[in-house]
């Protein structure tokens, strides 16, 4: 892909209120940072395109200043992901990078956000982690749930309640996680590399070009989740509340 590649869907930058008249999406990705959620699931992301899911992205911040990054670049490389994965929706809250925190105006704007868009599943970073940006982005997508079904309120929108919070690992801690489940992105992952390296800035300039380089250990870790659940690659999940199931069947 190139920078004159775009998005069928240009990211929204206004406030809430001006989102208008949108078919509820199925799934809404947060993520404190452009490149978060391609990074945590974006194989899940393309999987679920597939299948013909409503599914969003929701950045909170710019995630600029970064060494070889600008709020220009950074725009340019989320069309150029967003294009990868073929999202429904793409917005950005507009929050400040490295003072991301969990205030109430934060938990309104988020909520409202949620109101209007009215997504199913909720998906955030996992709660634990060494970058402050996202432990408060976890804290403040958990609140702004309960908030979006406040009534009594100038929020706008109907009052709304996502039904699941779910959560995707893209952490600052070499921890050895024990995830919930894992999805299978064998199908996916080429798209999910595409999406990655449109982050030039953040993950190819200024870093080693000998292997193994980030990529590599990208797709590496991939490999080792797939290799969980007996597939070439694979993402985990968390939950903090237990999953219903129809069938075992859904166990397969």
Known sequence: MTFSDKPDVPVFTGPPEEIGEIEPLDFLVIAPHPDDAELGMGGTIAKMHDEGWRIGVLDLTTGEPTPHGSETIRRQETDLATAALGLTWRG???????SLEPTLEARKLLASYFRMLRPRWLFAPYWSDAHPDHVAA????????????????????????????????????RLAV???????????????????????????????????????????????????????????FATKEPLAIRSLRDLF
């Open 178 to 236: 024990q995830p919930d489940w894992i999805v299978d992105i064998s199908d996916q992952w080429s798209r999910k590399k595409s999406s990655i390296e449109a982050y030039a800035s953040q993950f190819v300039a200024g870093r080693p070009t000998e292997p193994p380089t980030l990529i590599d250990r990208l797709r590496d870790d991939a490999a080792y989740w797939g290799r969980l659940i007996d597939r070439h690659y694979g993402e985990p």
């Open 138 to 173: 976890t804290q403040l997508i958990e609140a702004a749930r309960f908030w979006s079904k406040l009534s009594k309120t100038d929020m706008p929108g109907e009052r709304y309640h996502p039904e699941r919070i779910y959560y995707y690992f893209c952490i600052h801690l």
């Open 92 to 98: 950005n809250a507009g929050l400040i990078n490295r």
